[in-house]
């Protein structure tokens, strides 16, 4: 079992930056692939990011270039680091511990963050 508790959401303006904080227990958190997921009101659930165990980075077309994930394993945290915030940012981001078989699996799912972009 792992518990994940996200951090770091809140509300800012256009051309903003944020960055959000996974925080991971319970089982060993070097085994997980890591990702973001986002969900906007009346939207699909969009996977954002993902990170693997070593550290390889994949990223949505939609974030590609402004949205950095990163993971410290010392530390059982993942994070979001989000730049050129424009208001179609605006979400619950989740974060998910996973795997990886051909595509992204989520095992586990934090409560969520809300992040709120103003124009």
């Known amino acids: 079992q792992v518990q994940l508790v996200e951090s770091g959401g809140g509300l800012v303006q256009a051309g903003g930056s944020l960055r959000l904080s996974c925080a991971a227990s319970?089982?060993?958190?070097?085994?997980?692939?890591m990702g973001w997921y986002r969900q906007a009101p009346g939207k699909q659930r969009e996977l954002v990011a993902t990170?693997?165990?070593?550290?390889?980075?994949d990223y949505a077309d939609s974030v590609k270039g402004r949205f950095t994930i990163s993971r410290d394993n010392a530390k059982n945290t993942v994070y979001l680091q989000m730049s050129s915030l424009n208001p179609e940012d605006t979400a619950v981001y989740y974060c998910?511990?996973?795997?990886?078989?051909?595509?992204?699996?989520?095992?586990?799912w934090g409560q969520g963050t809300q992040v709120t972009v103003s124009s």
């Open positions: 998910t511990a996973g795997y990886y078989s051909g595509s992204y699996y989520p095992d586990y």
């Open positions: 319970g089982s060993r958190f070097s085994i997980y692939a």
């Open positions: 990170i693997s165990r070593g550290g390889s980075a």
